[in-house]
């Protein structure tokens, strides 16, 4: 794979970095996920999905 | 979206990903993470600012890094990775403020073709899902693989 196919991939080339696994564990951006949680307490999925 | 993207580093799960925004304001580290929500495969996307000294993640800050459509489409990026990895899973976003929220509905808009290609896209008004339309104020999106 050259530069220019490598640049026009949709799913990027990602690096793993065993320091980032402590964020996975901790409650960032809980404001959001409760958020997230009270819409979707009241509204749920799309009741029909598009092609 | 083939838009310039910052280099992705992620935990092993794919659910944590980190990358440095490059900028007039210098480089600024920015964490997205995929947090698992009540409903079964719905995950919420949310990102911000990493302060390397703290470890402390920021949302609300505004960078003006002089680069927005290359983060959201490093975002982007993001959701490509997690949704190869977990097909099924649904991705919940909405942002910390309303202007926040109307500069992501601007970039799916700009974008929408290339994203529908891929994602069912959806927008939340009036306490309802419909499918993401252009020019119509939406609170939250909601996208899944295709």
């Known amino acids: ?51 | 979206m083939k838009l310039p993207k910052y280099p992705l580093k992620a935990e092993k799960s794919l659910m944590v990903f980190e990358f440095t925004s490059e900028g007039p304001r210098g480089q600024i580290k920015k964490l997205v993470k995929y947090s698992e929500t009540n409903l079964k495969d719905l995950y919420n996307l949310a990102f911000g600012d990493k302060d390397d000294k703290t470890s402390e993640i920021n949302d609300k800050i505004i960078s003006n890094n002089g680069d927005s459509d290359m983060v959201l489409a490093t975002v982007v990026a993001t959701v490509y990775a997690f949704t190869d990895k977990y097909p099924d899973a649904w991705v919940f976003a909405t942002g910390s403020t309303k202007a926040r929220t109307r500069l992501y509905r601007i970039g799916i808009t700009k974008y929408l073709l290339e994203i529908k290609r891929d994602f069912q896209v959806f927008g939340l008004k009036d306490e309802e899902w419909e499918p993401f339309g252009k020019d119509v104020i939406y609170e939250a999106f909601l996208v899944k693989r295709k």
Not at chain 1, 2 to 30: A, G
């Open chain 1, 1 to 51: 794979m050259n530069i220019k196919e490598l640049n026009s991939r949709k799913t990027p080339i990602v690096t793993i970095d065993k320091s980032l696994e402590k964020f996975k564990k901790q409650p960032l951006f809980q404001d959001k996920v409760d958020k997230a949680n009270e819409i979707l307490r009241k509204v749920g999925l799309p009741k029909k999905q598009h092609s």
